[in-house]
């Protein structure tokens, strides 16, 4: 059973289109995260849900929505897509919102055309 | 801001050579530290995570170390196999967010 899953594994689309990112998680935690990597590697953080409730939101183009409808989901919509948006994108959750180990999906790819 | 480091960005050893990986923060007021190993195309699977209290921690042939107020920690793999070859992040928490290093590459040639 995958802990954290992620849909789609690859996305490519054109500059200015809308598109969603879906991440479940089966491990009964409360907190879920997104993280975006770009093309040097770094991994940062973008949102963080702890019980459906936002507590991280760093600086994030309003473009990017978060949406968690359950403990279990938390999705990313994007619009306007831009090339700088291109990245993987990593899900993750954790049962503690503070200092506890995170799991990862296995990312998806997103590219802007 | 946290800032992390990580040096050397890559490194490529034979099998069976010990590796040493390095990583500095500038705020030492975390939580806990935690190494990840990322394989390509996959994502990253947590290898050891050491509560500022603590000063390492050992898994198999893992082991890492943490000096909080130096702002160090290093990442021992004993007895390297073709198998450990990744990159491997380094993260601190600091309140409610992991920051990341950029990664150290390592090849382990057999």
């Known amino acids: 059973d995958t802990a954290v899953s992620q849909t789609p594994k690859y996305l490519v689309t054109q500059m200015g289109n809308d598109k969603s990112i879906k991440c479940e998680q089966n491990?009964?935690?409360?907190?879920m995260y997104w993280y975006k990597q770009d093309s040097k590697k770094f991994l940062k953080i973008m949102f963080s849900?702890?019980?459906?409730?936002?507590?991280i939101n760093e600086t994030v183009p309003n473009r990017f929505s978060p949406k968690s409808p359950d403990k279990a989901h938390l999705n990313l919509h994007i619009n306007s897509l831009e090339l700088g948006d291109s990245a993987v994108y990593f899900c993750?959750?954790?049962?503690?919102?503070?200092?506890?180990?995170?799991?990862f999906g296995p990312g998806t790819r997103l590219t802007v055309l | 801001k946290q800032e992390v480091t990580q040096i050397p960005a890559a490194l490529s050893v034979p099998e069976g050579e010990n590796l040493v990986l390095n990583c500095s923060f500038t705020?030492?007021?975390?939580?806990?530290l935690q190494w990840f190993r990322q394989d390509p195309g996959k994502g990253l699977t947590s290898l050891l995570l050491?509560?500022?209290?603590?000063r390492e921690q050992t898994s198999g042939r893992l082991n890492a170390s943490l000096d909080k107020s130096s702002g160090r920690s290093t990442l021992y793999i004993a007895a390297s196999q073709p198998g450990d070859s990744a990159t491997y992040l380094c993260?601190?928490?600091?309140?409610?967010?992991?920051?990341f290093g950029a990664g150290t590459t390592v090849t382990v040639r057999a």
């Open positions: 993750a959750s954790s049962q503690l919102a503070r200092g506890d180990t995170q799991y």
């Open positions: 491990l009964g935690h409360d907190t």
């Open positions: 849900y702890n019980n459906k409730e936002l507590i």
């Open positions: 705020d030492s007021a975390i939580y806990n």
């Open positions: 050491i509560q500022s209290s603590q």
């Open positions: 993260a601190v928490s600091n309140d409610y967010k992991l920051s």
